[in-house]
């Protein structure tokens, strides 16, 4: 799929949840979620946007072409820090090796813990045979939280919190007129307080604010996705695994993506973070339903696959 030159995306781990490697996962992979996002108008400047599993192959082909030329720089963007989003972190080659410079940014999912701390305890004694405080790199962490910034070589990072059961954070990357975003983990944001008037607990006035909220937050939601080339977004499951018990859960249903894309005029859409029981049949199952060219207006949808490459 290529769209121009602009920024170039790369897949490197698309599942949610946990690693599911196997016969049934060859074809989409079973590395969890870890983007590669270069500019090649701007120094070739790298960005990953989360450490799972995915991580780790990431980290061998910068070794294997990117070292060649250099110490490896780069910027790695957390969207929450949820296990299947770091753990690959410890396998990260570059960490190891003097000269590497990272710089973290990420929302700070505890008032007493910051990233440098979170990121480290995965790397205590107890877990890992080599603490973060004996890494060679030279790192730097970042906290973030919503609101607008300028990253440097005229590339432009908007942030916009997500609706998941820890504080989650959702990149809108901008540079030479492309948009590029990540939307995940979240789900639609829905009224909390009761809305049934013949329930003991309900409270018209609460009942009304909490509608309002809920409104108020999905459209500022669709505002950051708006026009955007590319867009990948939560889609870990169909609109009846959502309905039967998933909600609050964090994740959203493939209709609801693709409905909310469609709506907010986005080129093209990555449906990613896909469910770790999920096989490669049971997703051409699903891309043959979700993903035929006008399903969805002008919105063209794609499942992500490891390995897949996008250029905007």
Not at 27 to 36: D, L, Q
Not at 141 to 158: A, M, P, R, S
Not at 202 to 223: H, P, T
């Given at each position: ?37 270069r ?27 990117d ?35 990272l ?73 030479a ?6 939307f ?5 944001y ?23 909220a ?5 459209l ?15 889609a870990?499951?169909t ?47 699903l ?26």
């Amino acid at each position: 799929m290529s769209l121009g030159a602009d920024m170039r995306v790369m897949f490197w781990g698309v599942r949610g949840s946990i690693p599911c490697p196997g016969p049934n996962t060859v074809r989409y992979g079973g590395n969890t979620p870890s983007i590669e996002l270069r500019f090649p108008n701007a120094g070739d400047r790298l960005i990953i946007i989360d450490a799972g599993s995915g991580i780790r192959e990431l980290g061998l082909n910068l070794m294997a072409n990117d070292f060649k030329k250099g110490p490896i720089h780069a910027d790695l963007f957390l969207s929450h820090t949820h296990w299947d989003h770091i753990q690959g972190f410890p396998f990260f080659t570059p960490i190891f090796i003097k000269g590497t410079q990272l710089k973290v940014w990420g929302p700070k999912t505890h008032d007493s813990e910051g990233l440098e701390q979170t990121m480290g305890d995965q790397m205590s004694y107890r877990y890992f045979p080599i603490r973060g405080v004996e890494l060679s790199a030279k790192m730097e962490y970042v906290h973030l939280q919503e609101g607008k910034f300028e990253l440097g070589d005229g590339i432009t990072v908007c942030t916009k919190y997500l609706n998941h059961p820890v504080i989650c954070l959702g990149y809108r990357f901008e540079y030479a007129g492309k948009i590029f975003c990540t939307f995940f983990d979240t789900e639609p944001y829905r009224n909390l307080f009761c809305a049934d008037p013949n329930d003991p607990a309900y409270d018209e006035n609460m009942a009304i604010e909490g509608e309002a909220a809920a409104r108020e937050q999905n459209l500022k939601a669709e505002k950051f996705i708006a026009g955007a080339d590319l867009v990948v977004y939560d889609a870990q499951y169909t609109h009846e695994e959502y309905a039967a018990g998933k909600r609050g859960w964090g994740h959203t249903s493939m209709e609801q993506a693709c409905e909310t894309a469609a709506r907010c005029s986005v080129k093209n859409l990555v449906l990613f973070h896909h469910d770790p029981l999920r096989s490669d049949q049971q997703l051409d199952q699903l891309a043959q339903r979700y993903c035929r060219p006008g399903t969805y207006g002008n919105t063209s949808v794609f499942f992500a696959r490891e390995g897949m490459e996008v250029s905007v």
